[in-house]
């Protein structure tokens, strides 16, 4: 089955950029979704196919995409940031996988 | 908005029905389907079904004692859980997974919990 790959953990100081990375064979050809899931909460969709913002979400979220990595940016990082985010694709053979998550910190 | 239930303890082997009561959108236009979370742990995609039911897909883990299943016409989805295991103990969230088949979840629930326990 699929496999996405996600680094567990990403500190970064408020005010800077965060860089959440997955990786997966050939993930260029699959659109990628972003989950922010913070402490006690349900899962938030933050970005949707590759690099579209669902209503509501602050322009300093952005997603881009290369043959085998896809990348989360989370610009001029706030306090509210931190969380849990989760990469998520569509395999061909019908199922959903999700990368194991990336805990960001704010410094 | 979804609303989850039927969560709670349930003995090793014992089954369980979960069920998902859906609101705000036009359900029978949507992809539905479970995910879940153990504790401490990561999202796992467990099923999905197709707007009219006709497709259903499951993680292997759970193929062959899950079933996914809808009645569009009570805005509902539902997870059937038969011969649990400890390790399906988790958080189990509802989520509109859009209308195209490579769709983002779009929507979940607050999640029902499933202890599986003796």
């Known amino acids: 089955s699929y496999v996405l790959i996600q680094a567990p953990s990403v500190s970064v100081a408020p005010g800077k950029t965060a860089m959440i990375t997955c990786g997966g064979k050939?993930?260029?050809?699959?659109?990628v979704h972003w989950y922010q899931q913070r402490p006690g909460q349900a899962p938030v969709l933050v970005i949707n196919?590759?690099?579209d913002r669902p209503s509501g979400i602050p322009e300093r979220f952005s997603g881009s995409k290369s043959e085998n990595t896809a990348t989360l940016s989370i610009s001029r990082v706030e306090a509210g940031d931190e969380a849990d985010y989760y990469c998520?694709?569509?395999?061909?053979?019908?199922?959903?996988?999700f990368g194991g998550g990336t805990k960001l910190t704010v410094l | 908005q979804l609303v989850e239930s039927g969560g709670g303890l349930v003995q090793p082997g014992g089954s369980l029905r979960l069920s998902c009561a859906a609101s705000?959108?036009?359900?029978?236009?949507?992809?539905m389907s479970w995910v879940r979370q153990a504790p401490g742990k990561g999202l796992e995609w467990v099923a999905i079904?197709?707007?009219?039911?006709?497709?259903?897909y499951y993680v292997d883990s759970v193929t062959g004692r899950f079933s996914i299943s809808r009645d569009n016409a009570k805005n509902s989805v539902y997870l059937q859980m038969n011969n649990v295991r400890a390790e399906d103990t988790a958080l189990y969230y509802c989520?509109?997974?859009?209308?195209?088949?490579?769709?983002?979840?779009?929507?979940w629930g607050l999640g029902t919990m499933v202890t599986v326990s003796s």
């Open positions: 989520a509109n997974a859009g209308a195209l088949r490579d769709d983002a979840f779009h929507a």
């Open positions: 705000g959108f036009s359900f029978g236009a949507y992809w």
């Open positions: 079904t197709k707007q009219d039911g006709s497709e259903k």
């Open positions: 050939n993930i260029g050809d699959k659109s």
């Open positions: 196919h590759d690099t």
């Open positions: 998520q694709v569509w395999d061909s053979s019908g199922d959903r996988v």
